[in-house]
């Protein structure tokens, strides 16, 4: 009866839904295998063309936030800056995913680079789109959870940036997508549904440097 | 193919034609909505052409918009009648797997609670998905509106089967806390 009442409900949602459903596309490349090579092949070609000096020159990739001006850390790409400090960063980036993540074919990040958590205070960092930052302890480990636990987890982007960033948690080498908002701001509320080492964690989805002003992932 | 707005002006000139090309239209998303209920060939068929024939009764003096919804909630609840009325036969259609495995997830606490009306279920699962993102609302509505297998999900989305099937597992969790937050007991 159940189950029936469901199917009657789902017959009655708005049109909307449906028209979504029937209309969705899937971003172009995303998830695909196509997508890490084309974004190599960018790669390649920009350092071709504009040399290393170029990358060095913009915070692409993912910083402390902390000793940078705001306005360095979000400038447009492709705007040549004499900042030296900006290639340190692009070096100690690593171009490389997450180990952590096993199954990446629903992972929207490319790169990732990991973060010691100030307690529960999440520190103030700089990431490119497409990049995850990660949180764990200071020895690298995950948040333990058990059953049932719940989680609040929230940041609060520098300068009001409304940038599209998605929150989500990796679990025994599986990517979960927690939320996803267009803002300056979010935070959700997570419940444990099983024991295990939770690895918290952000995604940025606009196409400039998120910049995290402050933010938390509080065990309740 | 001619947009909707056209196919509308057909029904309304009384035009044959009408039927002719909303099935050139929606024809095969209707025909895959069905089989994916009745899980048979010829019943899908059949319940395509009630349900056209519904449409041609309905226009005028109803003027959907959009068409396609409008012709897919048709589909679909006459091929869940069908359905229901061959229940006894065989149970391993995709729509019979689809409302199986959310089963669990919309049981709730014994209560002596007055069972909610699919009316405002409707409005509750409005609620529920708008907590969702796109890209998982999609999957939720493609697996229990469209009643489609993972594997076309999958496609639709562009993830693995892995993932729709793990992703839509979260969300029936997700949903049965939402709808045991909100007292509603099915």
């Known amino acids: ?220 | 193919m001619l947009d909707d707005e056209e196919i509308i002006a057909l029904f309304f000139s009384r035009s044959e034609r009408a039927i002719q090309e909303l099935d050139i239209k929606y024809g095969r998303v209707c025909q895959k909505l069905s089989y994916n209920i009745v899980n048979n060939r010829q019943d899908a068929e059949e319940c395509v052409n009630d349900a056209y024939l519904s449409a041609w009764n309905a226009i005028p003096p109803a003027k959907p918009d959009p068409l396609h919804s409008y012709i897919c909630k048709i589909v679909r609840n006459i091929s869940l009648k069908r359905y229901d009325y061959k229940k006894a036969a065989k149970r391993d259609s995709v729509y019979e797997i689809a409302m199986h495995e959310i089963e669990d997830s919309l049981s709730a606490p014994d209560t002596v609670e007055a069972e909610i009306e699919a009316k405002e279920l409707a409005g509750i699962i409005e609620n529920f998905m708008e907590t969702l993102s796109v890209e998982n609302r999609v999957i939720f509505m493609r697996r229990y509106a469209y009643m489609e297998p993972y594997s076309d999900i999958s496609a639709r989305v562009g993830l693995s089967e892995k993932t729709v099937s793990v992703r839509l597992t979260r969300i029936r969790q997700k949903m049965r806390r939402y709808l045991i937050e909100r007292e509603v007991f099915l």
């Open chain 1, 1 to 220: 009866m159940n189950k029936m009442k469901f199917a009657e409900a789902m017959s009655m949602v708005d049109d909307r839904y449906y028209e979504e459903a029937e209309n969705y596309q899937r971003k172009d490349g995303k998830r695909t295998v196509k997508r890490p090579l084309m974004l190599a092949a960018c790669l390649v070609m920009s350092l071709a063309f504009c040399g290393f000096a170029y990358m060095a020159s913009v915070y692409w990739g993912s910083g402390p936030a902390d000793g940078s001006s705001f306005e360095e850390l979000t400038k447009p790409f492709g705007t040549i800056s004499e900042d030296e400090n900006a290639f340190t960063e692009v070096e100690d980036s690593a171009w490389t995913r997450s180990e952590l993540i096993s199954d990446y074919s629903s992972v929207y990040a490319d790169h990732s680079a990991m973060y010691d958590l100030n307690g529960n205070a999440i520190p103030s960092v700089y990431f490119s789109p497409a990049w995850m930052v990660i949180f764990a302890q200071e020895d690298g480990a995950g948040m333990r959870l058990d059953s049932g636990d719940t989680v609040t987890f929230d940041y609060v982007l520098k300068n009001k940036q409304s940038l599209e960033i998605e929150m989500g948690y990796i679990l025994n080498g599986q990517y979960y997508e927690l939320s996803k908002a267009l803002g300056s701001h979010n935070e959700t509320v997570f419940q444990a549904d099983e024991a295990g080492e939770y690895y918290f964690c952000l995604t940025n989805r606009s196409s400039t440097n998120a910049v995290i002003d402050h933010g938390s992932i509080t065990k309740h």
